[in-house]
């Protein structure tokens, strides 16, 4: 038996048929408009197919043969892998050093695993990528040419170069994803982190700040004698206003309180405050028990303490930089590091790429113990690079942008001569 839907769809076919048969010269002239225009709409298709065959080329598929996914896959899921076996490891031994501590201030599981774990692990996974990709690619490589699959690509015809395309293809990806890590993920993260260390590690944080003198706008200058980043308020706080390097205006106040409930930024509450306005001889004094006031500064300003820099993302970074260099603060060259670096890191993937594939291309006798040694080794003297370049920068006036890429320049050198030795 049929059920009520066929029954119905069986009835609108029949009704569709029945108009057709009694409007034949409708379908008549239907039919020959279409074969009229049919000539015109394959001339259309054919001159649109002529105009957009350059599209082919925009697709990044098109360039990638199998060969190219053979070594792609490799390459993504050994970097992967190491990735997990270290951290894995690294994770063992920083619960062994830290359970006495996590026990000792009643650290919950929650706050562990989600709180500290979870963004410790993208944290050192990111900052150690270089060495990871670097491990990886001699690792693959190394096995690659052990069992005589580069001899067999480049007895093909293909060359050198062209052996490098999926190579420099995994390194877009890996880049891409370790410069979006970096500066916009992981800093989020590494606030949590860094409170939960204060919490459950008994790790310092600098929490106040004394005698704080900055410029908040132009020719106005801000002091404060004392400020409290946990209750957000200051003490023996002043401001003086210049025109043409004379003093028209100073404001003092006892206490000043950051109104963190505010939907703007910059809101402050003075009490006990006092203004004197200064014309030519004459002083007009005005003065209140509280006051609400917009100063053009941040509780961020204050205070700084270690390993701020990690905790902006790279558009707050860069405003706080810009603001800091128009207030004339001196403390903003470990900024400006970190911003550079964040970049030149995500570079490093391709310079130490093809220093690694050029070093273990080779099928040489001894395995792959040597190659693993020597990428071990450049990985390391990278991260020690980094490091001296960016303490060169913040304490003996070394421009940031050039510490920050100084490592890369380096090893560019090495890869070029490494990449120009390979085909020989």
Same mark, same amino acid.
């Given at each position: 038996?049929?059920?009520?839907?066929?029954?119905?769809?069986?009835?609108?076919?029949?009704?569709?048929?029945?108009?057709?048969?009694?409007?034949?010269?409708?379908?008549?002239?239907?039919?020959?408009?279409?074969?009229?225009?049919?000539?015109?709409?394959?001339?259309?298709?054919?001159?649109?197919?002529?105009?957009?065959?350059?599209?082919?080329?925009?697709?990044?598929?098109?360039? %990638?043969?199998?060969?190219?996914?053979?070594?792609?896959?490799?390459?993504?899921?050994?970097?992967?892998?190491?990735?997990?076996?270290?951290?894995?490891?690294?994770?063992?031994?920083?619960?062994?050093?830290?359970?006495?501590?996590?026990?000792?201030?009643?650290?919950?599981?929650?706050? %562990?695993?989600?709180? =500290?774990?979870?963004?410790?692990?993208? =944290?050192?996974?990111?900052?150690?990528?270089?060495?990871?990709?670097? %491990?990886? &690619?001699?690792?693959?490589?190394?096995?690659?040419?052990?069992?005589?699959?580069?001899?067999?690509?480049?007895?093909?015809?293909?060359?050198?170069?062209?052996?490098?395309?999926?190579?420099?293809?995994?390194?877009?990806?890996?880049?891409?994803?370790?410069?979006?890590?970096?500066?916009?993920?992981?800093?989020?993260?590494? &606030?949590?982190?860094?409170?939960?260390?204060?919490?459950?590690?008994?790790?310092?944080?600098?929490?106040?700040?004394?005698? &704080?003198?900055?410029?908040?706008?132009?020719?106005?200058?801000?002091?404060?004698?004392?400020?409290?980043?946990?209750?957000?308020?200051?003490?023996?706080?002043?401001?003086?206003?210049?025109?043409?390097?004379?003093?028209?205006?100073?404001?003092?106040?006892?206490?000043?309180? =950051?109104?963190?409930?505010?939907?703007?930024?910059?809101?402050?509450?003075?009490?006990?405050?006092?203004?004197?306005?200064?014309?030519?001889?004459?002083?007009?004094?005005?003065?209140?028990?509280?006051?609400?006031?917009?100063?053009?500064?941040?509780?961020?300003?204050?205070? =700084?303490?270690?390993?701020?820099?990690?905790?902006?993302?790279?558009?707050?970074?860069?405003?706080?930089?810009?603001?800091?260099?128009?207030?004339?603060?001196?403390?903003?060259?470990?900024?400006?590091?970190?911003?550079?670096?964040?970049?030149?890191?995500?570079?490093?993937?391709?310079?130490?790429?093809?220093?690694?594939?050029?070093?273990?291309?080779?099928?040489?006798?001894?395995?792959?113990?040597?190659?693993?040694?020597?990428?071990?080794?450049?990985?390391?003297?990278?991260?020690?690079?980094?490091?001296?370049?960016?303490?060169?920068?913040?304490?003996?006036?070394?421009?940031?942008?050039?510490?920050?890429?100084?490592?890369?320049?380096?090893?560019?050198? &090495?890869?070029?001569?490494?990449?120009?030795?390979?085909?020989?």
């Amino acid at each position: 038996m049929k059920s009520y839907s066929k029954i119905r769809k069986h009835r609108r076919v029949y009704k569709a048929r029945r108009w057709a048969s009694q409007h034949p010269a409708w379908l008549h002239r239907l039919v020959a408009w279409i074969a009229a225009h049919t000539l015109v709409l394959q001339t259309v298709l054919k001159w649109m197919g002529r105009r957009l065959s350059f599209m082919k080329r925009l697709n990044p598929f098109r360039y %990638i043969k199998r060969i190219d996914w053979y070594i792609i896959k490799k390459f993504i899921g050994t970097y992967v892998f190491s990735i997990l076996l270290i951290i894995s490891i690294s994770i063992v031994f920083d619960v062994n050093e830290n359970l006495a501590k996590f026990t000792q201030y009643h650290a919950p599981l929650h706050a %562990i695993v989600f709180d =500290y774990y979870a963004n410790f692990v993208p =944290y050192f996974a990111n900052l150690f990528s270089a060495l990871f990709v670097f %491990i990886a &690619v001699i690792y693959f490589t190394s096995k690659l040419a052990g069992n005589s699959e580069i001899i067999a690509m480049l007895a093909t015809g293909i060359s050198f170069k062209r052996l490098l395309r999926p190579y420099m293809i995994s390194c877009v990806l890996i880049s891409g994803l370790s410069y979006y890590l970096s500066a916009y993920v992981i800093p989020h993260g590494t &606030v949590i982190r860094q409170n939960f260390e204060t919490m459950y590690k008994n790790k310092k944080k600098n929490t106040s700040a004394e005698n &704080v003198q900055l410029q908040v706008a132009q020719g106005v200058i801000a002091y404060i004698q004392h400020y409290d980043n946990n209750l957000k308020k200051g003490y023996g706080f002043c401001l003086d206003k210049f025109e043409n390097k004379k003093l028209v205006s100073h404001l003092t106040a006892m206490e000043v309180q =950051y109104d963190t409930i505010s939907d703007s930024k910059y809101h402050w509450k003075l009490r006990n405050w006092k203004v004197r306005q200064l014309k030519g001889l004459r002083e007009h004094i005005t003065s209140g028990d509280e006051k609400d006031s917009l100063i053009m500064m941040e509780p961020t300003d204050l205070v =700084y303490s270690k390993g701020q820099q990690e905790t902006f993302t790279s558009p707050e970074l860069h405003d706080y930089i810009s603001k800091q260099i128009d207030r004339g603060s001196s403390n903003v060259v470990q900024y400006q590091v970190e911003y550079h670096k964040r970049i030149a890191s995500s570079f490093a993937s391709f310079i130490l790429t093809i220093i690694g594939a050029s070093l273990s291309s080779r099928k040489r006798k001894g395995g792959m113990g040597m190659y693993l040694g020597i990428g071990l080794g450049l990985s390391f003297a990278y991260i020690m690079l980094q490091t001296v370049s960016a303490t060169f920068a913040i304490n003996a006036g070394f421009p940031p942008i050039l510490a920050a890429w100084m490592p890369n320049i380096i090893f560019a050198i &090495v890869a070029w001569f490494c990449y120009f030795k390979a085909p020989n």
